[in-house]
C-alpha cells in the first residue's frame, strides 16, 4: 500500500534547469508554499530520494492544486451497503458480508466502542503529542524507509501544493517509544476477532498494520491487498474517496494503463482525475462493476481479499488500517501465501496443525488439489500430513479405546494395591493381638 508522490519552494529549494517539464496549464495557477529554510530542506531531501524521476521544485507541475479533483461528483450506480455498529452483530456481519466477499461501511464503531482516537487522533492533538516521532513518508528505490518528524510534515501538510504529496503510511508505530501510546487509542473492531497471521510471531508475519497520515491529494493507485488479506480501515479525520473493483476485473481493465496519456503520472490523483472516466467511457458498467465512495470521519471500511481500490484523500485525513486472515478468507490467503511466503507459510502450517487443525487439514486438501509441494529453507519438500475426517474419526476412536483401557487396568491395579494393604494391615492387627 505504498504511496509514491510527483512541489515545494523556499529559500533553499532546487533552481529550475532547462530539461524540466513544462507546468500545466490547464488548471488555475497556485503559488507554492515559502517554507523555513530547514522544514524546505527535508522536505526537499525527502522528495528527492522517494521520487528520483522528478525533481522536487517540480511536484506541483501538473497544478492539481488549482483544479477541482477533491470535489468530483461521485458515480453511485453500485452503491456501498452502510449499515450502524450499533445494529449490525457479528454473526450478520460474518454471514452477510465477509463470507461471501461484500465491501461494506460501518459506522460508529470509534464511538461505540470507546476509542481514544477520536479525541487523541486531530492533526492538532497529534502535532502536540507526536510532534518529534519519525515517521515514514515514502521509501527510496531500494525500498528504504524515509522518515520524517511529526512536527516537521504537519507544516507541510497545511501549506504543500504537490500533485500528489508525501503520506504518511507507517507500520512500525507500534514499535517505537514515541508512537507506542497510539496502539492504546483503538482496538481491532469486534468484528474481525480472527488473526490468523498472528501464530507466526511480530517477527515473522508480514506488516499489517498501518497509522495514517494523508495531506490533501495524496493516496493510493488502485492494487490489491497482500497475500489475499482482507482489510478494515477507519477514518477519524477528513474525508477519502475510494472505488472498488470485483476480483473478476482483471488487472489490464483496472490499471487503465492503456489510458495514460504522453506526459502523465500515474498517481492516485491522475487515476482519479483522468484514467478512471476513461476506464469507465471504454467499459459497460455491467463489465466493471465498480463501486464509488466517499469515506467519512467514523466510518469503517470493509475491503474483502481480492478486490482492486484505490484511495484518493480529498481532505487531510487521518486512519487507521490493518489486514487480516481470518476462516472466512483462508483458502484465499493460503494460496496466496504459500507461494508468496513459503518459509513462512511452512512455520503457519506447523502452528495451525496445534491452533486450528480443520484449517490444517483444509490447506493439505488444497495443496492436493493444486498439484502444490512445499518446500523447507533447504530446498527439501515439506509434505504436511493431516489425518482425514475418516482417519481422524478412527484416531479419535482408537485413542478413546486406548484411553479406556488404560483407565480400566490403572483402576484395577489401585484395586490390587488397596487389597495388598488392607491384608497387610489385617495380617499386623492379628499379630498385635497375639502378642
Known amino acids: 500500500?505504498?504511496?509514491?508522490?510527483?512541489?515545494?519552494?523556499?529559500?533553499?529549494?532546487?533552481?529550475?534547469?532547462?530539461?524540466?517539464?513544462?507546468?500545466?496549464?490547464?488548471?488555475?495557477?497556485?503559488?507554492?508554499?515559502?517554507?523555513?529554510?530547514?522544514?524546505?530542506?527535508?522536505?526537499?531531501?525527502?522528495?528527492?530520494?522517494?521520487?528520483?524521476?522528478?525533481?522536487?521544485?517540480?511536484?506541483?507541475?501538473?497544478?492539481?492544486?488549482?483544479?477541482?479533483?477533491?470535489?468530483?461528483?461521485?458515480?453511485?450506480?453500485?452503491?456501498?451497503?452502510?449499515?450502524?455498529?450499533?445494529?449490525?452483530?457479528?454473526?450478520?456481519?460474518?454471514?452477510?458480508?465477509?463470507?461471501?466477499?461484500?465491501?461494506?461501511?460501518?459506522?460508529?464503531?470509534?464511538?461505540?466502542e470507546g476509542w481514544g482516537a477520536v479525541e487523541n487522533w486531530t492533526l492538532k492533538k497529534l502535532r502536540k503529542n507526536c510532534k518529534r516521532a519519525m515517521l515514514k513518508c515514502g521509501e527510496d528505490d531500494d525500498g528504504k524507509s524515509i522518515r520524517m518528524k511529526f512536527k516537521y510534515f504537519y507544516k507541510y501538510l497545511k501549506l504543500q501544493t504537490d500533485d500528489s504529496p508525501l503520506y504518511i503510511f507507517d507500520s512500525s508505530f507500534d514499535d517505537r517509544e514515541d508512537t507506542k501510546p497510539l496502539l492504546a487509542d483503538y482496538a481491532v473492531p469486534r468484528y474481525f476477532p480472527e488473526d490468523l497471521f498472528s501464530l507466526v510471531g511480530e517477527d515473522r508475519r508480514p506488516p499489517y498494520r498501518w497509522f495514517l497520515v494523508g495531506p490533501k491529494r495524496s493516496g493510493t493507485c488502485v492494487h490489491l491487498d497482500p497475500l489475499g488479506t482482507s482489510a478494515w480501515n477507519t477514518l477519524l479525520v477528513g474525508r477519502k474517496r475510494w472505488v472498488l473493483f470485483p476480483p473478476h476485473v482483471s488487472k489490464e481493465i483496472v490499471k487503465g494503463k492503456s489510458h495514460i496519456k504522453k506526459g502523465e503520472d500515474d498517481e492516485a490523483v491522475n487515476y482519479f482525475m483522468d484514467i478512471l472516466p476513461r476506464i469507465k467511457k471504454a467499459h459497460s458498467p455491467e463489465e466493471l462493476q465498480c463501486i464509488e465512495l466517499m469515506q467519512y470521519p467514523g466510518d469503517t471500511i470493509f475491503v474483502p481479499g481480492g478486490w482492486w481500490h484505490a484511495v484518493f484523500n480529498v481532505e487531510d485525513t487521518v486512519a487507521v488500517t490493518q489486514n487480516y486472515c481470518s476462516s472466512q478468507n483462508f483458502e484465499r490467503v493460503w494460496r496466496k501465501t504459500r507461494t508468496g511466503r513459503k518459509r513462512m507459510a511452512v512455520k503457519w502450517f506447523q502452528k495451525l496443525q496445534k491452533h486450528h487443525p480443520?484449517?490444517?487439514?483444509?490447506?493439505?486438501?488444497?495443496?492436493?488439489?493444486?498439484?502444490?509441494?512445499?518446500?523447507?529453507?533447504?530446498?527439501?519438500?515439506?509434505?504436511?500430513?493431516v489425518l482425514d475426517e475418516a482417519e481422524d474419526q478412527d484416531h479419535h476412536t482408537a485413542s478413546d479405546r486406548e484411553s479406556t483401557t488404560s483407565s480400566a487396568e490403572s483402576s484395577m491395579k489401585k484395586k490390587k494395591k488397596k487389597k495388598k494393604e488392607e491384608d497387610e494391615n489385617a495380617k499386623k492387627r492379628k499379630r498385635a493381638r497375639m502378642e
Open 358 to 385: 480443520q484449517l490444517a487439514t483444509l490447506a493439505v486438501k488444497l495443496n492436493r488439489e493444486d498439484g502444490f509441494v512445499m518446500r523447507h529453507k533447504d530446498g527439501s519438500a515439506f509434505e504436511p500430513e
Open 1 to 112: 500500500m505504498r504511496s509514491r508522490s510527483p512541489s515545494l519552494t523556499s529559500s533553499s529549494s532546487d533552481s529550475s534547469s532547462d530539461d524540466e517539464a513544462p507546468r500545466q496549464t490547464r488548471f488555475p495557477y497556485v503559488p507554492p508554499p515559502q517554507f523555513g529554510d530547514k522544514v524546505a530542506k527535508i522536505v526537499t531531501d525527502a522528495k528527492r530520494k522517494h521520487r528520483t524521476d522528478i525533481k522536487p521544485h517540480a511536484w506541483d507541475r501538473e497544478g492539481f492544486a488549482g483544479s477541482d479533483v477533491c470535489e468530483l461528483p461521485l458515480d453511485e450506480t453500485n452503491a456501498i451497503k452502510r449499515e450502524h455498529a450499533r445494529d449490525l452483530t457479528v454473526a450478520r456481519f460474518i454471514q452477510e458480508y465477509e463470507k461471501p466477499f461484500v465491501p461494506l461501511i460501518i459506522e460508529g464503531i470509534p464511538e461505540t
